[in-house]
């Protein structure tokens, strides 16, 4: 491998070159700063590049090679969605609010990264508090699509899904209320997995809606996931939704077959107003499936889908409303100087903290929970919420896995959706479905469209993301669509 093309490299293949001596995590490290230095003016895919931080780090890790521990993540450069907070490391959550917020700690999976010396280079753009499918509500830039820079990346993770798409770095992290890791991925041509809620610890993953929100992996291929999966799954005592099961070794399951495996492809997922190119490619790759041994059903059914949006912008908009009530201009963040008492200085602070997507969510949300409508909006959510888990759940007795496209339609258009809230809203019909059941779900990528990505969501049964890592695996090792790159 040719010194400046080693940001190339694949977490895995990394780490065998690493684990030989051939490389150093300084070398890699260097290689992916360079990459970001020619990329970012195209892109803007990072909001913190932390050179000087990363090279100590880089260090650090070789010294850990060289004494003979080395870790699948050792020495990786990896970058970190900007919700996610991390120790003494600015983390804007991508809104003004928390422009100059320094956490004081690292989240868990922060943690988990730093015990295998894993090398962190910087925060990604996202859409303000992940409220959005484009990234173009990040209170600081929006992020170009590498494949068309006239269009978005996606959102929320957008920054992440861009970066690895890049080659800026050889893994990230996301986060996904309702599919903020999976439509980015899709969009840009990357793997994205958003685990089974209480899967990974949100300690320290800055809240949306804390009964969706999980983090999760966004990478160049389907070996790479498993390997952040190991890193950062797992019990955490100090996320009460974390559940205490073991944790699996996610790389055991993949293997190029898919005998004995049952998938079922709901058709209420195969929307009115679907681009065609998006239908052919899934049509395409599910028949691909089949050729791979597992026996599918081209006539499931899951009839309560069509209710999952509407439930779902009642219930991720009540969380935020709640979430966000503690931006308050006292406690941290940004604070309106120019006001005359308390009250005022709160008013001001979210007026001019706040972008006005996060504000249409928590006027959303707090309506919804007023007296008098939390009956009619929020409890009827709530038992919505629970026919959806129930119709998977029924699913799952049948299928070991559902398949469906991540998007509806290829990467729009900067500024296509922006003034039209549902339209943007309606870009997540496939993927908030499962986060309301709180079913874990991948996207690996399954096409193009004119040169634009397609991305293949992949649903499997609680706590059992080996058996979607399986799938994705063996698509993967017989098509070639993730070693396509952008043309920048
Ligand atoms: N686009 C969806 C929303 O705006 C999902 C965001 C996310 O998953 N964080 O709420």
């Known amino acids: 491998m040719q010194i400046n093309k080693l940001h190339q490299l694949t977490i895995h293949e990394a780490h065998e070159l690493l684990k030989q001596r ?94 295998q010396k894993a090398v962190i280079i910087g925060k990604t753009n996202m859409d303000e508090f992940a409220m959005g499918s484009s990234t173009e509500h990040s209170a600081f830039f929006p992020t170009y699509n ?109 293997i190029p077959e898919l005998k004995g495996l049952r998938i079922g492809v709901p058709k209420e997922y195969f929307v009115e107003g679907m681009q065609n190119e998006v239908r052919t490619a899934l049509e395409l790759a599910i028949g691909k499936l089949g050729e791979l041994g597992a026996e599918i059903d081209w006539e499931a059914s899951l009839p309560y889908t069509k209710y999952a949006l509407a439930a779902y912008y009642i219930l991720a908009p009540s969380e935020a409303s709640a979430n966000l009530a503690r931006y308050d201009g006292v406690k941290y963040g940004f604070r309106e100087q120019n006001a005359n008492n308390v009250i005022e200085t709160t008013e001001k602070t979210r007026q001019f903290g706040f972008g006005s997507e996060v504000k249409r969510r928590i006027m959303l949300g707090t309506y919804a929970l007023s007296a008098g409508y939390y009956e009619a909006y929020y409890l009827k959510a709530q038992k919505v919420r629970t026919l959806i888990k129930q119709e998977f ?27 039209d809230p549902m339209q943007m809203y309606l870009s997540d019909v496939c993927t908030l479905p499962i986060n309301i059941a709180g079913v874990p779900a991948i996207s690996i990528p399954t096409g193009f469209a004119d040169n634009l990505p397609i991305g293949m969501q992949i649903i499997g049964k609680p706590f059992n993301e080996q058996a979607l890592l399986r799938i994705a695996f063996a698509y993967e090792q017989a098509t070639d669509w993730h070693k396509r790159k952008p043309p920048l």
Not at 23 to 38: D, G, H, P, Y
Not at 147 to 168: F, N
Not at 206 to 218: C, E, M, R
Not at 398 to 407: E, I, R, W
């Open 22 to 115: 051939k490389v150093s995590s300084v070398e890699l490290t260097e290689s992916a700063l360079k990459r970001i230095a020619q990329t970012e003016k195209k892109v803007h895919a990072c909001v913190t590049i932390t050179e000087d931080i990363a090279l100590k780090e880089a260090k650090e890790a070789d010294n850990r090679i060289a004494s003979g521990n080395i870790a699948p993540l050792t020495g990786i450069p990896t970058l970190i969605k900007d919700v996610i907070c991390t120790k003494g490391l600015r983390t804007t959550c991508g809104s003004k609010m928390l422009e100059n917020f320094i956490p004081p700690y690292d989240a868990k999976v922060i943690e988990k990264l730093k015990a």
């Open 146 to 254: 590498p494949w068309d820079l006239s269009r978005v990346p996606g959102g929320s993770s957008g920054g992440s899904a861009v970066a690895v798409a890049t080659d800026e770095a050889i893994c990230a992290l996301g986060s996904d209320t309702g599919g903020s890791i999976r439509q980015p991925a899709g969009f840009c041509n990357v793997v994205g997995l958003k685990p089974t809620y209480g899967r990974v610890s949100r300690f320290g993953l800055v809240a949306f809606a804390s009964s969706l929100d999980q983090i999760g992996p966004l990478t160049k291929d389907v070996t790479d996931c498993a390997l952040v999966m190991n890193a950062i799954a797992g019990y955490d005592p100090r996320d009460s939704t974390s559940v205490p099961y073991p944790t699996p070794d996610y790389t055991e399951q993949l």
């Open 393 to 419: 759940d029924q699913a799952f007795k049948k299928y070991d896995a559902l398949v469906t496209p991540t998007s509806p339609t290829v990467a729009f258009k900067l500024g296509e959706k922006l003034e």
